[in-house]
């Protein structure tokens, strides 16, 4: 293309906002300057997203709920997010779990579903300034056949009127998320939303596989142009990565519009920091992007589905109140807490230093307050700069924060560490690598100090028991995961008084992940529920069937793997067993029956699990028995299929037998043969993963340069203990991260010792490749040390994503 006048000046911008800083300044290894006069772009805040990511999170107990939400909304607390990007839901998975839609049929609105409104409420209410963004992951499926019709944009804009009837002011509306971009329609959608909403702005295109494309079509498109205020991409700085370069295009950079990091992985909440510290500063130094949303605001859904501790936060443990507040909340609060919408980068004061560090510099409108924040993730070396500021400046005291990147410990992190009096406006700092810090003239930071006071291996408590009576109509019921489809509380029916929980679907949706799979919703503790039954009330309204699940393993795009009980509208019955992903094959039939069943009447169903026995009940007699031991532990959940209402009543899961007892995480310590030290797509592989109490991390053998095996594991249970035995959960299966088998163990040794160098061997188990947990037991035997010998993996390489020891009761 021809290259105009705007291109030239944001070129000459570009370089000189990423220019290295060496120069010689008295003592100091480079100066920089911060000029109240100093051009720039306008900063528009830093978000992040609630999107099939905040379920648990509603049903946490007080006081941690708040604690949490002040840590990510109020001001001088922790993250003191400026801006929160909601989904509009749409019963249809998009990622972890379904979000539910406002408008099912035509016309008829459902004002209260889910728990996004709640959000909302709460997050405006610790910070009223706070902006609002909403996409959509998909549609009702009578939009017509595609997301892009013009029933589609009355649907949204109905969400718009919803909002406003609800006394919230949405800032900004996206199209499709990350499912490309059609120009007609988004001038169409525009025109309808300023007609209503003028104020509102939109963002386009919320894409991550040609994330600029829309761009390039904006330039010679003058009516789409003037439809779309804002450039949204995702993962400009690459996805899942370390985040070192952010890249944006010359045509975006064209348009004069403000480009936005859309939507960017946080990855995990303490390894995900560092990185997340650089794609703050770097989107601005290197791309021109303005603002930056984390995808997601909280990790606050269960560890058996996909991605999983992926925010700025961990909040996994509704039951018990456990949470963790990580590095990456204040990696944002370098930021947040000393910025605010509308202030001006100071280009002459952004860009690299020599030893590789970043900084980027903000002015506040009135040029009275700035603030500097500087990245040192990649500097090789410490290095004293001097900044040199503008008598507007109203810097008779300048404050250094500072977190410490790689420190566990929680004093050093956002800590007030230096007081530098201006000297001639003029100061020194001295960086060194591996830090985040801020600069400022600005006053009122601070630092929350809620914390959980349960232990992380407190578990679910059992027996569980929902009749779904304390909620009133169109709730979801505690603890319960929809993955597909809408569950909500709803008239029992059939003769009898009260509320059920219904399916609620009876369309496919436009879905974001298709094939969109069978509406299914999930409870309970994926860590260990072993021997248990779980059953409930049910009732077909119509020809279908339903399941009822047990021992779920793990769960991806809505599969479930673990035992399935089915039941359908003829009466026919069938037990079966489900594995997901690069393990899934055709289900396994157990056993299998026929009952008398009659529509709209209320049955009991129950599976019943105790070791390698399962059996199978109908009204509480006995119709069936199998032996199978593929799954031993995991949660339980409900099916409908595709898209019939069904009813569910009086749920309960309660315990068949005696349960093993395991010694406490915080007990034991971990060494291995060798490890995969390098962060991976958002996650470490270290040894401590394995005793950590989250399936979600892992231990994994070292694969670049790959080790072979065998390779081990040694437990120390931190005294002389009496165990009789372990289990081994497999790392979590996830397309997203590893789409693979590699590193399932097939075969081991395992080993005891009271002192570290004599070992005895008391167990060699051999184990089908999957990602159900594997259990062992010997003979009880005092002592310290457990060692696991893996012998043999899937692809010579070895991996662990818990390793429970049990603890013999006397």
């Not at 909040?315 to 456990?322: I, M, N, T, V």
């Not at 992190?413 to 003239?441: A, C, E, M």
Request: glycine letters at 8%; proline letters at 4%.
């Amino acid at each position: 293309m021809n290259i105009n006048v705007k291109n030239i000046f944001w070129i000459i911008l570009l370089y000189f906002s990423c220019n290295t800083y060496s120069g010689k300044a008295g003592q100091a290894d480079t100066l920089i300057v911060i000029a109240a006069a100093d051009s720039g772009k306008t900063f528009d805040g830093l978000g992040a997203i609630s999107a099939s990511s905040s379920r648990l999170l509603y049903d946490y107990p007080e006081p941690e709920r708040s604690q949490i939400l002040d840590y990510l909304f109020k001001p001088a607390c922790g993250s003191a997010l400026q801006m929160l990007k909601i989904e509009i839901g749409s019963d249809m998975n998009s990622t972890d779990f379904a979000e539910p839609s406002h408008m099912r049929i035509p016309g008829e609105i459902h004002d209260n579903l889910g728990f996004e409104w709640w959000l909302m409420e709460e997050a405006k209410k610790r910070n009223p300034g706070l902006k609002l963004y909403a996409l959509a992951w998909g549609a009702p499926g009578w939009v017509g056949e595609t997301f892009w019709t013009k029933k589609n944009i009355d649907y949204l804009t109905s969400w718009l009127d919803l909002a406003h009837d609800k006394g919230f002011v949405i800032d900004y509306i996206g199209g499709w998320n990350e499912r490309g971009w059609d120009a007609r329609w988004y001038i169409d959608f525009s025109r309808a939303v300023k007609q209503r909403f003028p104020h509102v702005k939109i963002v386009a295109s919320d894409d991550i596989h040609k994330p600029w494309s829309i761009a390039s079509e904006m330039v010679n498109n003058r009516e789409l142009r003037d439809a779309v205020d804002i450039i949204g991409a995702h993962s400009p700085c690459g996805w899942r990565t370390e985040y070192t370069h952010c890249h944006s295009t010359e045509d975006a950079r064209s348009l004069n519009k403000p480009l936005w990091n859309a939507e960017h992985s946080s990855m995990t909440h303490n390894w995900g920091a560092a990185p997340l510290a650089r794609a703050i500063n770097r989107v601005y130094i290197q791309a021109g992007i303005v603002s930056h949303w984390v995808w997601s605001l909280a990790s606050a859904w269960y560890s058996t589905l996909p991605i999983a501790d992926t925010g700025l936060l961990l909040a996994e443990w509704p039951w018990s109140g456990y949470y963790e507040v990580g590095k990456s909340i204040w990696v944002y609060a370098h930021t947040t807490q000393f910025t605010q919408p509308g202030w001006q980068y100071v280009d002459r004061a952004c860009g690299f230093l020599s030893n590789g560090a970043s900084l980027v510099t903000y002015k506040s409108p009135d040029r009275k307050t700035f603030s500097t924040v500087i990245e040192t993730c990649d500097a090789g070396n410490d290095m004293t700069v001097e900044f040199s500021l503008s008598q507007t400046f109203n810097a008779d005291t300048i404050y250094v924060w500072e977190t410490h990147l790689a420190s566990d410990d929680v004093n050093e992190h956002f800590v007030r560490t230096q007081v530098l009096p201006p000297i001639n406006n003029r100061y020194s700092l001295t960086v060194k690598p591996g830090y985040i810090y801020t600069v400022t003239n600005t006053t009122g930071q601070g630092k929350g100090t809620g914390r959980a006071d349960a232990a992380i291996d407190r578990m679910m408590p059992l027996p569980y028991e929902e009749d779904f009576e304390s909620y009133g109509k169109e709730k979801l019921a505690r603890y319960f995961c929809d993955l597909n489809g809408g569950y909500e509380t709803y008239p029992a029916g059939g003769g009898r008084k009260g509320m059920a929980y219904r399916q609620m679907v009876e369309q496919l949706p436009i879905s974001w992940e298709r094939p969109a799979l069978d509406p299914v919703t999930v409870i309970g503790d994926p860590r260990w529920w072993g021997d248990y039954e779980v059953s409930a009330d049910l009732l077909l309204e119509e020809p279908c069937r339903v399941e009822i699940i047990g021992r779920i393993s793990s769960q991806q795009g809505g599969e479930v793997a673990g035992y399935h009980l089915q039941l359908d509208h003829t009466g026919k019955w069938t037990l079966y067993s489900q594995e997901i992903g690069r393990f899934k094959k055709q289900p396994d039939a157990l056993a299998s029956g026929k009952v008398k069943l009659q529509l709209n009447e209320w049955h009991r169903l129950s599976l019943r699990m105790k070791k390698n026995i399962l059996t199978v009940l109908y009204d509480n007699k006995i119709i069936g028995k199998a032996k199978d031991d593929y799954h031993i532990s995991g949660q339980a959940g409900l099916l409908t299929s595709q898209w019939h209402h069904a009813r569910f009543d009086n749920f309960r899961i309660e315990k068949t037998g005696e349960w093993p007892q395991y010694v406490p995480v915080n007990d034991m310590n971990v060494t291995a043969t060798g490890e995969h030290a390098k962060f991976h797509k958002g996650y470490s592989f270290l040894a401590e993963n394995c005793i950590d109490g989250r399936p979600e991390t892992s231990w994994y053998t070292e694969w670049g340069p790959k080790t072979g095996l065998p390779q081990s594991v040694t437990v120390d249970l931190g005294k002389l203990q009496t165990i009789s035995g372990l289990v081994y959960q497999p790392r979590r299966e996830s397309g997203h991260i590893h789409n693979h088998t590699n590193g399932y163990i097939t075969k081991c040794e395992i080993y005891v010792s009271r002192d570290n160098e004599k070992f005895v061997k008391v167990a060699s188990p051999v184990w089908q490749a999957g990602t159900s947990s594997k259990h062992v037991e010997w003979k009880p035997v005092e002592t310290r040390y457990v060692k696991l010998v893996a012998v043999e993996g899937v692809n010579e390489e070895a991996s662990i994503g818990e390793l429970n020891i049990i603890v013999n009761k006397r």
